[in-house]
């Protein structure tokens, strides 16, 4: 069960890194769209697991690739939005949310 706080937090990191990812770092993942879809928070608020949900899904290992080279980037741009809201910049994991990929393996299967 998250806290209030990890939630809101959770909320902010979402924000702000869809944010982060639609407008400063656009050329980091050409020919890609990219969603964050959930975010996940410690209880001491000191890592932050992220879930991205990639289009096309074809794309998605080597776009998954590029935000992990580029995690730095992304915690410091998140770092000069929330400095003053939270005391540290959590620690970024990401993962890649497969729920849509599977959504349309299921809706091909019924289909047919």
Aim: proline letters at 4%.
């Amino acid at each position: 069960m998250e806290s209030t706080r990890q939630l809101k937090v959770a909320r902010q990191i979402q924000k702000d890194i869809s944010d982060i990812i639609s407008k400063e770092c656009a050329g980091l993942l050409p020919g890609v769209m990219a969603s964050v879809t959930v975010v996940r928070v410690s209880p001491d608020l000191g890592f932050a697991k992220v879930y991205f949900s990639i289009f096309p899904f074809g794309r998605s290992a080597e776009a998954m690739a590029a935000l992990e080279r580029n995690s730095w980037m992304i915690r410091k741009a998140l770092a000069a939005r929330v400095k003053h809201q939270l005391r540290q910049v959590p620690e970024l994991a990401f993962a890649l949310d497969d729920s849509l990929e599977y959504i349309e393996n299921i809706d091909g299967l019924l289909k047919e």
